[in-house]
C-alpha cells in the first residue's frame, strides 16, 4: 500500500490492530489516513448516521445520507485498500463495554465530539496501558499552529489546542478538523514506526 516505507515498516502497519472511537469528523479522516499509510486491521466503533451538516468535515459523501457511520466509512475505506480487516460497533460505546470491545486493539484512537464521552473513554481504557490517542480543541478556522500534540500521562496524548471549543463563532469546519484527525493518526505511526511526536 505505502511503496515509500521499507518492508519492517509495512510489517509492523499491517498487523497492528487500531481502535478508532468515533467515526464522525475526527474518527472517519483519521482512518482513511491510517489506510492511506498501510495499516489494514481496525475496530471502529460509532452509534449514529451520516447526516447532511456531516459532510462538512466527515469522510461521507451525499449519497450516504441517513446510512450507519460504520457502513459508510467501511464502504469508503475499502475503496482505498479492499484487503482491510475491519470489525465494526454500531452501538453506543460505553465505559461497560469499551475494554472489551477494544482488548485485542495495540492502542485506540479517541475521536468523539462530546467531552463527557472523551473523559468516560479515556478512563475505561487509561488502565489496559495502550496508548490513547485523543482530541481537544479543534473548532473553528485560523490560528493553526496552536494545534499541537501533548504527551498526558505515559500512555495517553492529546491533539488540538486544548481550549477551542464549537461556538456560533467557531463552528467544527473541515480544515482545523481534518488537521486534527491528521495529527492523531501520524501520532499512530510515529508511536508504531519510532518516529518524533
Do not use: W
Request: hydrophobic share 45%.
Amino acid at each position: 500500500m505505502n511503496p515509500y516505507l521499507t518492508e519492517a515498516q509495512r510489517g509492523i502497519l499491517e498487523n497492528v490492530h487500531i481502535g478508532i472511537a468515533g467515526a464522525g469528523g475526527l474518527g472517519s479522516n483519521c482512518a482513511a489516513h491510517l489506510v492511506r499509510s498501510g495499516i489494514r486491521r481496525f475496530v471502529i466503533a460509532d452509534f449514529d448516521t451520516v447526516c447532511e451538516s456531516n459532510l462538512n468535515r466527515q469522510f461521507y459523501f451525499a449519497d450516504q445520507l441517513g446510512r450507519l457511520k460504520t457502513e459508510a466509512l467501511r464502504e469508503n475505506l475499502l475503496r482505498i485498500n479492499p484487503e482491510l480487516d475491519l470489525v465494526l460497533f454500531s452501538d453506543r460505546i460505553t465505559a461497560e463495554n469499551a475494554p472489551e470491545l477494544f482488548a485485542e486493539c495495540d492502542m485506540v484512537a479517541e475521536c468523539f465530539d462530546n467531552g463527557e464521552a472523551k473523559a468516560m473513554l479515556i478512563e475505561a481504557l487509561l488502565p489496559s496501558g495502550k496508548p490513547l490517542i485523543c482530541a481537544s480543541g479543534l473548532a473553528g478556522f485560523g490560528h493553526s499552529n496552536s494545534l499541537k500534540v501533548r504527551r498526558i500521562g505515559r500512555n495517553c496524548f492529546m491533539a488540538g489546542d486544548l481550549e477551542t471549543s464549537v461556538s456560533p463563532t467557531s463552528p467544527p469546519i473541515s480544515p482545523r478538523v481534518g488537521i486534527v484527525a491528521a495529527m492523531e493518526a501520524n501520532t499512530i505511526l510515529a508511536l508504531l514506526l519510532g518516529g518524533e511526536i
